[in-house]
């Protein structure tokens, strides 16, 4: 094992003897190669997630591509991709392709043969490079993420600040040994961080499909069914019996007059969670006093957008007293009714897609008068709340497997930063004849 020496860089520490420092600019350059005239009409994306990927794969919002392609920058295979305005959050990918990307990315390649491509790609890949960052940015926006999250990060780093880093340089030999070790690592995490994915996302389907079969259903799977005149629902119980949401539940509409409620409430895929109201996370009103003040198992259902997000779950039910914002519907119960039975159900329906053909307007949204006319398939009050109570042992042993996988994915990507960051930096290494640890 080489001695090591300090680098005199923060975030890069002690090094191998050996190891040298350079300027980024001495080491990769900048493609600044322009798409006029036309080289390429394959428009590439960029994100922390994917990379570098083709810009037709992209999925949800984002900046639309511009039709002129001229203004575009060209990159090539094996160039370095980095947003200038999100680089801080880790926004790098390595091109496979021929192709143009946005004005605001900034390209890099090797034209020598000290620096290997694959060993910077990881290097730019670590939370300290991205973390050394911070304070060479250009401004900042402010953007509120969906989960409501207020996002601080983008700021544009000028590529002359880049370029004037320094940045170890190992032997060439040995850079292409850590970055090959760190193809075949991170492949067998990726591999099992993928199939926990897919774990996940069948236990998710799993218990969608359970809610939606047991409310509409029931217990006892020996029980006559018949036609439900509900849509969705199917066939039902014949002893079940149709309603709507008005004639069980009224509309909430208790403000916060006088700051009477601090307990502050927010609706978030499915749930009602608890947010401190003075952590300033997220976009928040300078006021709470519009916010309606909601009761245990008062239902609360956000009926805006509904033509979007089609993942999100529209609606939670309160565990607590607290205040959640006017903006969504609350709905509590006026007649002999289990509120927990009544979520279930519209979680059915939520996930069987039913709100999507509903609303109106620029936002797609609903209102109160819509809410109640939903129908509602209820057997007797006490196989309501039989259904609930078992329903809540069961989703609550998925939501458990559920958050070990997590968990398990959360110790693995955290592993293989980590991982990465000793590799790049010398402090483990690999063995430069077999290309093994040592």
């Known amino acids: 094992m080489d001695k090591m020496k300090d680098s005199g860089i923060k975030w890069i ?14 080491i990769l350059k900048e493609r600044k190669e322009k798409n006029d005239p036309i080289v390429t009409d394959f428009i590439l994306s960029l994100s922390i997630e994917q990379g570098v990927f083709p810009y037709s794969e992209k999925k949800g919002g984002g900046n639309k591509a511009k039709d ?44 020598n043969d ?45 590529s002359e600040k880049l370029n004037c880093l320094l940045l170890p340089i190992p032997p060439i030999n040995e850079q292409q040994q850590i970055a090959k070790f760190l193809d075949e690592k991170t492949a067998l995490i990726d591999g099992i961080i993928t199939d ?27 029980e006559t069914l018949v036609p439900s005149g509900v849509e969705w629902i199917g066939d039902s119980p014949k002893e079940w019996n149709k309603f709507t949401i008005g004639q069980l539940f009224e509309q909430v509409r208790k403000k916060n007059t006088g700051m009477i409620e601090t307990n502050l409430l927010s609706l978030s895929y499915g749930r009602i969670k608890k947010r401190d109201i003075n952590s300033g996370d997220g976009l928040l009103p300078e006021s709470f006093e519009g916010y309606n003040i909601i009761e245990t198992d008062d239902i609360v259902l956000r009926m805006t957008d509904l033509q979007n997000d089609k993942k999100s779950l529209r609606q939670g039910i309160s565990e607590e007293r607290g205040i959640i914002t006017s903006a969504y519907i609350t709905i509590r119960a006026t007649k002999k009714v289990s509120s927990r039975f009544v979520y279930y159900q519209l979680f059915g329906f939520d996930v069987n ?3 999507y053909g509903m609303g109106s307007g620029v936002r797609q949204s609903v209102n109160w008068n819509d809410v109640k006319k939903l129908p509602l398939m209820l057997p007797s009050f006490e196989l309501q709340n039989q259904i609930a109570d078992f329903l809540d042992r069961k989703t609550a042993q998925i939501d458990t497997l559920i958050t070990e996988k997590e968990n398990v994915i959360s110790e693995y990507e ?11 930096t010398g402090k483990k290494r690999v063995d430069i004849d077999e290309g093994d640890l040592n």
């Open 13 to 26: 520490g002690v090094i191998p003897e050996k190891w040298e420092l350079r300027r980024w600019k001495n």
């Open 68 to 111: 002129d392609l001229s203004a575009y920058k060209v990159a090539r295979p094996n160039d370095i991709v980095i947003n200038s305005m999100n680089i801080l959050a880790g926004a790098v990918g390595l091109s496979s392709w021929l192709g143009a990307v946005s004005p605001v990315y900034y390209t890099f390649y090797s034209d």
């Open 114 to 158: 000290c620096a290997n491509i694959d060993y910077y790609y990881y290097l730019f890949q670590t939370k300290e490079f991205q973390k050394s960052l911070m304070g060479l940015g250009n401004g900042i926006l402010i953007k509120e993420s969906s989960n409501g999250k207020l996002n601080t990060i983008r700021m544009r780093i000028p």
């Open 196 to 222: 926990t994915k897919q774990t996940i996302e069948e236990l998710k389907s799993y218990k969608q499909s359970l809610i939606s079969e047991i409310v509409t259903k029931g217990l006892d799977s020996s």
């Open 353 to 355: 897609k039913g709100y």
């Open 414 to 424: 955290n592993y293989k930063k980590s991982m990465i960051y000793e590799y790049v």
